[in-house]
T-cell receptor, first 110, second 114 residues
């Protein structure tokens, strides 16, 4: 069955540094990969979508890479701020509904 | 602009009682609609999705059911709640394909079963 692993349950990083979150998957060949942000008690908010034929996508301080050979996506937040503290979810999809990872809880420490 | 509403925000129900959670979407036509449950440490689990009025697909066998009586309305129901039904229930919408478009979530219902 499909399996999605996000590198760790929690990640602590100092303000100003680059946060890097990992999403690995097995038994799946998704055409699309998405990243979401979720704050406590709220629904996830869409951040970025990347297609299998795209290597990298950027949006402001966010960057996503998608390596279909390694079956891995990296999500980077540059110049991280305490306001970036949240849980980040990766999700894989194509013609079938999205499958979500369990998320990584990021804490940016001032 | 599009908006999604879910209510109630929190709900405490006894075991064996019925359930009805409602989700409405405004500002878009013929959206795909989704119900998810998020339990601690288990991530987002897709329960049901709908690509049109009266069309429901179930992803996980359970004692829950879903209905879509209007294009903009998605309802999650149960006749008899179990303790294991506790969790954070989220409704979402998207347009276009099921897994190739962003999904937009409501703020969820926290359901506690006593």
């Amino acid at each position: 069955s499909q399996k999605i692993e996000q590198n760790s349950e929690a990640l602590n990083i100092q303000e100003g540094k680059t946060a890097t979150l990992t999403c690995n998957y097995t038994n799946y060949s998704p055409a699309y990969l998405q990243w979401y942000r979720q704050d406590p008690g709220r629904g996830p908010v869409f951040l970025l979508l990347i297609r299998e034929n795209e290597k990298e996508k950027r949006k402001e301080r966010l960057k996503v890479t998608f390596d279909t050979t390694l079956k891995q996506s990296l999500f980077h937040i540059t110049a991280s701020q305490p306001a970036d503290s949240a849980t980040y979810l990766c999700a894989l999809g194509g013609n079938t509904p999205l499958v979500f990872g369990k998320g990584t809880r990021l804490s940016v420490i001032a | 602009s599009q908006t999604i509403h879910q209510w109630p925000a929190t709900l405490v129900q006894p075991v064996g009682s019925p359930l009805s959670l409602e989700c409405t979407v405004e500002g878009t036509s013929n959206p795909n609609l989704y119900w998810y449950r998020q339990a601690a440490g288990r991530g987002l689990q897709l329960l049901f999705y709908s690509v049109g009025i009266g069309q429901i697909s179930s992803e996980v066998p359970q004692n829950l059911s879903a209905s879509r009586p209007q294009d903009w309305q998605f309802i999650l129901s149960s006749k008899k709640l179990l303790l294991s039904d506790s969790g954070f229930y989220l409704c979402a919408w998207s347009v276009g394909g099921l897994g190739n478009q962003p999904q937009h979530f409501g703020d969820g219902t926290r359901l506690s079963i006593l």
